[in-house]
């Protein structure tokens, strides 16, 4: 009996042993079904628990589309002082707020008064929580008028009206991002314009003075040619980093190269990696060039990036390597930049026109654990090549091992893209994943489709995963 324990570590399995043996020294007869039964038990919770894998059931969301799951949303999901926050259309199209204590089970679900235009893709939800715990929302915007509020009280799920930031540029918004900074204030980045001619908009919240202020106009300009599609991370040390691709027209096929930015004063200057200082707005011309990667190369727009305990920048995208769409790295390091293939894909596609694409993979998510002498890159992604699962790729890059592939969940997710609780990856290494199966129809299309179940895939020990 005892081998059926050997290397488990659970408390309940420790548990259910010592009872299964004092049934085995007074119950002898029962020894056969007994054991039989148990370990149809012990290996059902071990693929729950022991996996160190656990989903949470939240509700009932909109799946026609991927609104809900787009890449573009900062945040789907964040934590602050031991309790997580999330937020959803439901299929009403109505906007949905949850919030539960860290480690429990038990969402608190608010339906909001208010709505969405859920047909298109692009009207996404994103939310953060200020240092003195209030709550902000931003959703519903594809060229269209802010649409903004905030808790009535630190904690709360019960919103405002809808309120302006600054007044300034706020009657074309797409694409509204949140970024916590290290001392409580919030960065909200807006494209302002439409695509192909779009600038990019930095507002800054203070939690004293609890007002916004509008520190960008104009940070990154398309000179009424083209577009910068960007990602964002904020380090440890508060220095905010921005990449970007340029796109010339509105469509996708136009995307091209990689640049790069970051500031050092929560982004009213900014400067190169050489420390340079840029004169804005940064254009084509006066940009720095993380990577070259001409138009049609299949490079796809607005996914991630994270930076290491030093500061580094570190830049997740996809683009063609022997003309097989790959997921890529590019980051910083000694002053230089660099690029790693992950390789492990086998299947091409051709990325191509406008709207909310249909796409084999999903634009990726990267994670950063540099602790304990070692330094791990995660990737999280979709794709059909492992049948659109929730799955994750990782390598230690100290000792340049190769890239090795993970499949999180059994769930099929459809056109779902990665959303992860970054507050509580920086704070606790713990990994809380926003999960939903909807389908996205080429272009900004409608599925046929019911309500499907929101909820969060969470890792509590990465590394002891993937060993």
């Not at 799920?157 to 001392?183: C, H, R």
């Not at 790729?393 to 890239?403: E, P, T």
């Not at 059994?410 to 056109?415: L, N, R, W």
């Not at 920086?426 to 599925?447: H, R």
Request: charged letters at 20%; one cysteine or more; proline letters at 2%.
């Amino acid at each position: 009996m005892n081998e059926i324990f050997q290397k488990k570590d659970c408390v309940f399995i420790s548990i259910i042993k010592a009872r299964f043996k004092a049934i085995y020294i007074n119950r002898v007869s029962f020894l056969v079904p007994m054991k039989i039964t148990f370990i149809w038990i012990y290996c059902a919770f071990c693929l729950v628990s022991c996996s160190n894998i656990y989903t949470t059931y939240i509700g009932e969301g909109w799946s026609h589309n991927s609104v809900n799951t787009v890449k573009f949303r900062k945040n789907a999901i964040t934590t602050y002082k031991g309790y997580q926050f999330i937020a959803y259309y439901d299929q009403s199209s109505f906007l949905v707020l949850g919030k539960r204590k860290i480690n429990t089970s038990k969402w608190n679900i608010v339906k909001t008064q208010y709505k969405g235009n859920t047909v298109d893709a692009h009207n996404d939800i994103s939310i953060a929580i200020d240092g003195n715990g209030y709550l902000h929302v931003s959703w519903d915007h594809h060229d269209t008028a802010l649409r903004y509020a905030k808790s009535l009280n630190p904690l709360s799920l019960q919103l405002t009206d809808e309120i302006a930031m600054t007044g300034s540029q706020e009657d074309k918004v797409t694409y509204p991002e949140f970024y916590n900074m290290p001392n409580g204030n919030l960065l909200f980045f807006y494209r302002s314009g439409a695509s192909g001619r779009g600038n990019l908009v930095i507002n800054s919240y203070d939690v004293v003075s609890k007002e916004w202020t509008q520190i960008q106009s104009n940070l990154i300009d398309g000179e009424d040619k083209r577009s910068a599609y960007w990602q964002v991370c904020v380090d440890s040390e508060g220095v905010v980093h921005v990449s970007w691709v340029w796109r010339e027209t509105w469509n996708v096929e136009t995307n091209h190269d990689l640049c790069y930015a970051r500031s050092k004063d929560g982004g009213k200057t900014w400067e190169k990696s050489t420390g340079e200082t840029y004169k804005l707005p940064i254009t084509i011309e006066t940009a720095e060039l993380a990577w070259r990667i001409p138009q049609n190369s299949n490079l796809i727009n607005q996914t991630s990036m994270c930076s290491d305990k030093k500061g580094n920048p570190y830049i997740v995208t996809y683009f063609n390597e022997n003309k097989i769409p790959q997921y890529q790295v590019i980051y910083l390091e000694a002053n230089h930049w660099k690029k790693i293939n992950t390789g492990f894909r086998t299947s091409s596609f051709v990325l191509g026109g406008g709207g909310t694409k249909k796409i084999p993979i999903a634009r990726p998510d990267i994670l950063m654990d540099d602790s304990k002498n070692q330094k791990m890159l995660y990737i999280l992604f979709r794709d059909e090549e492992r049948g659109n699962k929730v799955s994750l790729a990782y390598s230690n890059l100290k000792d340049g091992s190769i890239w090795k592939v993970k499949d999180l969940s059994e769930q099929v997710v459809g056109q779902w893209e990665p959303n992860y609780d970054m507050s509580l990856w920086k704070s606790k290494k713990e990994l809380s994943i926003f999960v939903q199966n909807v389908t996205q129809i080429d272009g900004e299309g409608l599925a046929n489709t019911n309500a499907s179940e929101i909820q969060t895939l969470e890792v509590k020990n990465l590394r002891k995963l993937i060993k």
